[in-house]
């Protein structure tokens, strides 16, 4: 109800049994998790959702969506429906350049055999639910659905987890043939195998191209693969000032090399690389806003394999006309404009 502009407006009983009858599957798990107001409050939010999602809609504007693979611990999907998790083991990351022992998430793992006998039936009321609120969503850890990193349910770190087989294909056919086209953005960062790789393409999604760790890596943001999504940076990265703070110099010659490329002269750091995205190959740039204001790590929003500190960035004002000519201009000049 935070979310709500009008968390007072008056919900009848007939908007409650409608809803709960679109939503048949879930609605009634919410409301016994929730108590009493919950439904009432989803009919709020999807009145309010909805006009929003028209407004942008008359104005050619289509709304991207984020769904995480995993639920949280105690969530209302795992409490009204244990049998759908694993007991023993929940999930996390391995070892990698972020954090030396791994990152222990500690959410609920999927057992995906009892998933399998339901013919993945939460998984598509899920991903339904999804294409009503959005045009198009974002998979989160999309490596995950062919094999994830599962960390014994006592354990401190991720450091002593093992690799386990996920669904694969399977799961997105089945959730395909009830619900049609998938318009997904597969988010295949970290430890990518020939598998994924595969997976995506397979099923004929975009992946995710990051502009900080082409430029840090010395790669032409040029040279990559037109069906994917540039992101300057996306949460789990500092911001593109911040990330031009504790970059050395060869970096910040790597990049003016890339914006010279494409004719672009900006001393601004952060609009420095969100020229070069736009101006990449890619289908779709995503430019965060904390780079469009131009801020450093203070405002980074998410610092992996740490607990404390993150997800506080809040953008209370709306963007001034002035910056948006400036974001317009730049589309323009990429010929990112209809």
């Not at 069906?227 to 110099?249: A, F, I």
């Not at 469009?292 to 998410?302: I, P, Q, S, T, Y």
């Amino acid at each position: 109800p935070a979310l709500l502009a009008d968390p007072e407006r008056p919900v009848s009983e007939r908007e409650i049994s409608d809803f709960i009858e679109r939503h048949s599957y879930w609605a009634a798990d919410w409301r016994e998790f929730e108590g009493t107001g919950a439904i009432a409050d989803q009919v709020r939010f999807e009145h309010e959702w909805s006009a929003l999602r028209a407004y942008a809609a008359d104005r050619g504007v289509r709304l991207v969506g984020d769904l995480p693979i995993y639920v949280a611990q105690g969530s209302a999907d795992h409490v009204t429906r244990p049998e759908l998790f694993q007991r023993e083991a929940v999930a996390g990351a391995p070892p990698d350049d972020w954090s030396e022992t791994g990152q222990l998430w500690g959410n609920p793992l999927y057992d995906w055999h009892k998933l399998r006998e339901t013919g993945y039936r939460w998984w598509i009321e899920r991903f339904r639910r999804t294409f009503e609120l959005f045009d198009i969503a974002r998979v989160d850890h999309f490596r995950g659905f062919v094999s994830y990193w599962s960390v014994p349910g006592d354990a401190e770190t991720a450091l002593h987890g093992v690799w386990r087989r996920g669904p694969g294909r399977e799961l997105f056919d089945a959730v395909a043939a009830e619900l049609g086209p998938l318009p997904l953005i597969a988010e295949d960062l970290g430890v990518i195998t020939p598998a994924v790789n595969r997976l995506r393409d397979e099923l004929g999604i975009p992946g995710t191209l990051v502009l900080h760790f082409l430029l840090g890596d010395r790669h032409d943001p040029y040279a990559t693969p037109a069906h994917r999504v540039m992101y300057t940076g996306t949460h789990d990265n500092d911001t593109s000032l911040g990330w031009w703070e504790r970059t050395r110099e060869e970096a910040h010659e790597w990049a003016r090399r890339a914006g010279r490329a494409a004719g672009i002269e900006e001393a601004d750091p952060a609009w420095l690389l969100i020229g070069i995205a736009l101006a990449a190959p890619a289908e779709l740039a995503i430019v965060p806003v904390q780079d469009l204001l131009g801020l450093g790590d203070e405002a980074r929003m998410n610092t992996p394999g740490t607990a404390e500190g993150n997800w506080s960035f809040r953008l209370d004002e709306p963007l001034d006309d002035g910056l948006a000519v400036r974001l317009r201009e730049a589309s323009v000049a990429a010929g990112r404009t209809l």
